[in-house]
Structure formats: structure tokens, C-alpha cells
Nanobody, 123 residues
Framework: VQLQASGGGLVQAGGSLRLSCAAS????????MGWFRQAPGKEREFVAA????????NYADSVKDRFTISRDRTKSTVNLQMNSLKPEDTAVYYC?????????????????WGQGTLVTVSS
């Protein structure tokens, strides 16, 4: 399974971006999917996850009420709508496919990772 993330870029604080993740094949349709990020000099952290059927979502406290994760199983895509962006959201964002069907924040349960897309939020 290959995951291709896109949609990153430079945006001013308070702006919005929409990240997309396309899977190479539909084997991810029964897997939970997630987004993680890694800022310069920091460890990778969980951002958001969605269950296999989209029925459950899970968010890091730092992005709740600002970010929304969604998926289209027919197209094998997962999106992350990011609103009210802050400079501290600056990071490389990675999409990942979980070994489980649930919306987990545990990175050790994710078997496949995309290459990352850079999001830069200026103040």
C-alpha cells in the first residue's frame, strides 16, 4: 500500500488548508486512517484519526474544533480540513493506514505511512 499526501503549503495564521491522502489500492477501506505531524526538532505527534467506515473520529486536543478528518472509501482517500491555523501547527503532516479498524492515536498500530506534506503557518 502506498499513501500519497498532498495539499500542504504556506498560509497565514487564521487561514485554512485541506490535506488529502490517496491510497494506492482499496485494501485500506477496512482500516482506520490517521494523520500525524512532526514539527522541526520535535517528535511526531498524533493529529486525527478516523475509523474504517468513517463513523468514529479521534482528535488531538490541540486541534479539536479546528480540524476535521473525513474519508471517501470508494475513492480510497482521507482528508484533513484544517481551519483557524496557528503558527504552532507548522509541521510535516503524514497520513497513515492502521492495522486496526478503529480511530486510534497509537502510532505503533499504523503499518503504512505516506511521504509527508509540509504545512507552514506564518504569524
Amino acid at each position: 500500500v502506498q499513501l500519497q499526501a498532498s495539499g500542504g503549503g504556506l498560509v497565514q495564521a487564521g487561514g485554512s488548508l485541506r490535506l488529502s491522502c490517496a491510497a494506492s489500492r482499496r485494501t485500506t477501506s477496512n482500516n482506520g486512517m490517521g494523520w500525524f505531524r512532526q514539527a522541526p526538532g520535535k517528535e511526531r505527534e498524533f493529529v486525527a484519526a478516523i475509523s474504517w467506515n468513517g463513523g468514529l473520529t479521534n482528535y488531538a486536543d490541540s486541534v479539536k474544533d479546528r480540524f476535521t478528518i473525513s474519508r471517501d472509501r470508494t475513492k480510497s482517500t482521507v482528508n484533513l480540513q484544517m481551519n483557524s491555523l496557528k503558527p504552532e501547527d507548522t509541521a510535516v503532516y503524514y497520513c497513515a493506514a492502521s492495522r486496526s479498524a478503529v480511530a486510534t492515536s497509537d502510532s505503533s498500530l499504523y503499518a503504512y505511512w505516506g511521504q509527508g506534506t509540509l504545512v507552514t503557518v506564518s504569524s
